[in-house]
């Protein structure tokens, strides 16, 4: 497609229960990112894929966050056991080489209740 | 050391006017220095980025000015416009490794007709 797609747009947790949040990258870009911003604030790096391989993983806030690309193109951010302060919007960004010049989707807005 | 400090945290502007926002980092090793705007709703987007062998880069009515030595760079809007209203990030990062960003708090930027 001509832009990065995240879906759902909007997805609303309970606090316990797992959640899947996807991405499809721009057709050809093998970098995909994953930034969490919460409200009012910039993003903050996640994750880092180039093609399926997880080279930068350092900004997962707990091993309840968990990133795949298995194919090097979709790529899907899990969260277990949600807790309230998961709630933000999860972005996703794609680049192609070099990986410095971003293309970022419209986000999922996670909100725990 | 990783932070990219951003200010104002909002801003007023007549149309016609120039609007300014600064930023200041602290990492010596940052060498791309791009921003983006960001409209509610949507992911950001890049708008004009800079690297640290230039004192200045323009892009039509964007401009963005770095001071190496003080570590600081800033972005003018000349002209603002009420379209350019928008929250506004600077961001760090390196043209190597992971090529993550740091991003600054954002400015929210009002333009008024």
């Known amino acids: 497609g001509a832009g990065v797609s995240q879906s759902p747009r909007y997805k609303v947790a309970k606090r316990g229960q797992d959640v899947a949040l996807r991405c499809d990258p721009i057709s050809g870009h093998v970098s995909l990112f994953w930034y969490q911003q919460a409200l009012g604030q910039g993003p903050e790096f996640l994750t880092y894929?180039?093609?399926?391989?997880?080279?930068?993983k350092s900004g997962l806030p707990s091993d309840r966050f968990f990133a795949e690309r298995p194919e090097g193109s979709v790529s899907t951010l899990k969260i277990q056991r949600t807790q309230q302060e998961d709630s933000a919007v999860y972005l996703c960004a794609s680049s192609p080489p070099p990986a410095i010049r971003y293309t970022f989707g419209s986000g999922t807005r996670l909100t725990v209740v | 050391q990783q932070q990219v400090k951003q200010s104002p945290q909002s801003l007023i502007v007549q149309k016609g006017g120039i609007s300014i926002i600064n930023c200041a980092y602290e990492n010596t090793a940052f060498d791309y220095f791009p921003w983006y705007q960001q409209f509610p709703g949507k992911g950001p987007a890049l708008l004009i980025a800079?690297?640290?062998?230039?004192s200045e880069k323009k892009e039509g009515r964007f401009t963005i000015s770095f001071n190496k030595s003080a570590k600081q760079f800033s972005l003018h809007i000349m002209d603002s416009q009420p379209g350019d209203s928008a929250t506004y990030f600077c961001a760090a990062s390196t043209t190597s490794g992971t090529y993550k960003y740091i991003f600054g708090t954002g400015t929210r930027l009002k333009v008024l007709a």
């Open positions: 800079i690297r640290p062998d230039v």
């Open positions: 894929f180039q093609n399926e391989a997880q080279l930068d």
